[in-house]
């Protein structure tokens, strides 16, 4: 009935990731999705549990949130197991399997993380960790991110990390695909305009800007002051514009969004962007038009962290920034930081790469049947709207996937406006009910049409 299907399911600890799968629903498969509405009824359960298991990274503590989850998948007769990372974190992992030997190069592998963001309490209308339903909505950190798809999927994951997943499971988690976070559906004026599935990635590198300087008393100012030369390097580099560079995915999404768009004239400058008389032109006006765009055209930095001084009567002898760079796939910090360095042109001011950075993986292939899969099952959920490939300016566990010959797409299959996006590490994360069942609908549908065809 399943083929020769196994699907692994597993949940990581705080910033680690947790695939996870829709055992229920290949659990009944034979038919099809069977009756998706009271299965996304069970799963706004879940949801809702999970969001009342408080697991706000740091500390995680995504163990009671995982022994619920394996507590479900045995109600299933699906075996969970609970793979120990470090002290109070651990990853779970679940398996369907119709043969006796699991056979990762017909594995689906879900992917979700346990873990949360903080909040700042005061500034939510209602208990963060309440699964409170209100308007439609069911509100609580973790509703979109990252519970939603744990419980769609009913998966979900974080950093303890997939890196040590890996190294220490990998013969637990192998598969060919896997789906986790990291694309959206897009929502404007109430309809479905597009859907973006992830199949690459910007890699995330921190830098420190180091200036030097000499210290003393400020009554007598010094020209070599540290925070002046601090803040005259920081100002270049948040000025700077990294050339364009286009990348086949980056490429093929631009050439689909243009007809979806209702703006005559960014269509016509999207259209352009890839010429050789008016790119230029096209891409300034693209990157002013929408932030997003201009960080998938090119390297971006982000300025996050000042540093400098002790006291108000002091001239520090240090002053340090961190930037927060994201490169393009392909694209190498050494390249990004020699342009920085002609830039800030100061002998006091030095870059310094810290050792915490992300590595470029391969894009995710757009010619495997699952993509396929994935495009037409999204297409007809949503009403026909264009399926693209998206590189996503954020970073996820799938780049380690991808380092592993996984291929990973990305794509939280709820519906969600710009509004629903920005609550999600903000003030009332919150998910309309409507749009949860309808992206449970689309992971029961992918995980069955998975089962049935492998
Ligand atoms: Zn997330």
Redesign the pocket.
Known sequence: MLGTLWLALFAVSASA?VPGMAPPAVAQTSGQAGDTSALAREATGWLGELIRINTTNPPGNEEAAAKYIAGILQKEGIKAELLPLQAGRSALVARLTSSAFPDPSKALLLV??MD??GVERAKWTVDPFGAVAKDGYIYGRGAV??KG?LAANLAG??DASIRMLIAKYWDKIAAKYSIN?GGNVFVKNGKVQYVAVQASEKVAVNVTVIAKGTSGHASIPLKDNAVTHLAAAVTKIGNYTAPVHFTTIVRRYFEGIAPVLQDDEIAKWIRSLDTSDRGEHAARVISDTNPMWNAMLRDTISPTVLTAGVRANVIPSEARATLNVRLLPGNTITALLAELNKLVNDPQVKLEVQPDGGLAAPDSSLESEFYAAIVKASAEEFGGVPVLPFQSTWA?DSAQLRLHNVQAYGL?PFPLTDDDIKR?HGDDERISAAAFAKGVKLMVRLANEFAVSH
């Open positions: 990731q979700a993380h949360v963001v991110d990252d798809m994951a974080g976070e996820t939280v999600m």
